[in-house]
């Protein structure tokens, strides 16, 4: 007998995976035992945990975001979204040690930050590969025209970070710019990509 997926189930464990997640940033952050002043190593501690956190929302809303567009699972899609939470877990320590690196803490040399940006942008591109696989599999399966083509956008749309986070791994990977951090800019290509898409593609299925 083929039993249905409980959506409620894989949704609480992703709950809890993003909830270690975030605890694993708080246990990491250290701000000193004297609160009456707060030096350069602390603070730079602060905004590392400060960015982390917010960043790793913006990924929980957008796994929130995957599971109010589609009803449908499956074993791939279930297998898939493993793999996403293992990398969301990884995820956290290469963006800390990177918000840490811009205030001049940590990273030393122009090897050790191409490897952090190797680091960062791998997880960046396995999370967003993860959403854009996990949508495009909803895709197929959808039975309901109009949100076939919703989740086809986002399929596409992810497949942007994916691309964009490749082109930074080679510059990264090639050392170019390293010292001005341009594989980081890089993903500022997102905004105009993203828009230049949705532009195009509303425009084709006519969608206002």
Same mark, same amino acid.
């Given at each position: 007998m083929k039993y249905l997926h409980n959506i409620s189930r894989i949704e609480a464990f992703s709950d809890a995976v993003f909830a270690f997640a975030a605890t694993l940033m708080v246990v990491n952050f250290d701000m000193g035992s004297d609160f009456t002043t707060i030096n350069k190593s602390e603070a730079t501690n602060f905004l590392s945990f400060f960015v982390s956190f917010?960043?790793?929302?913006?990924?929980?809303?957008?796994?929130?975001n995957f599971?109010?567009?589609?009803?449908?699972?499956d074993n791939w899609i279930i297998a898939c979204n493993a793999i996403l939470l293992f990398f969301v877990l990884y995820y956290v320590f290469p963006l800390k040690s990177l918000v840490q690196s811009w205030m001049g803490e940590g990273v030393k040399t122009p090897e050790s930050l191409a490897s952090l940006f190797l680091l960062y942008g791998m997880g960046f591109l396995l999370i967003f590969l993860c959403f854009s696989l996990m949508?495009?599999?909803?895709?197929?399966? &959808?039975?309901?025209t109009s949100n076939s083509i919703q989740l086809y956008f986002y399929f596409r749309h992810f497949l942007i970070f994916v691309i964009v986070a490749l082109i930074s791994l080679c510059?990264?990977?090639?050392?170019?710019?390293?010292?001005?951090? &341009?594989?980081?800019?890089?993903?500022?290509?997102?905004?105009?990509l993203c828009g230049l898409h949705s532009y195009l593609f509303y425009k084709k299925y006519d969608i206002s």
């Amino acid at each position: 007998m083929k039993y249905l997926h409980n959506i409620s189930r894989i949704e609480a464990f992703s709950d809890a995976v993003f909830a270690f997640a975030a605890t694993l940033m708080v246990v990491n952050f250290d701000m000193g035992s004297d609160f009456t002043t707060i030096n350069k190593s602390e603070a730079t501690n602060f905004l590392s945990f400060f960015v982390s956190f917010f960043v790793l929302l913006a990924l929980w809303w957008v796994h929130y975001n995957f599971f109010r567009r589609t009803n449908y699972m499956d074993n791939w899609i279930i297998a898939c979204n493993a793999i996403l939470l293992f990398f969301v877990l990884y995820y956290v320590f290469p963006l800390k040690s990177l918000v840490q690196s811009w205030m001049g803490e940590g990273v030393k040399t122009p090897e050790s930050l191409a490897s952090l940006f190797l680091l960062y942008g791998m997880g960046f591109l396995l999370i967003f590969l993860c959403f854009s696989l996990m949508y495009h599999r909803a895709h197929k399966k &959808s039975k309901d025209t109009s949100n076939s083509i919703q989740l086809y956008f986002y399929f596409r749309h992810f497949l942007i970070f994916v691309i964009v986070a490749l082109i930074s791994l080679c510059i990264a990977y090639l050392k170019i710019g390293i010292g001005y951090g &341009s594989p980081g800019f890089i993903y500022a290509l997102l905004g105009p990509l993203c828009g230049l898409h949705s532009y195009l593609f509303y425009k084709k299925y006519d969608i206002s």
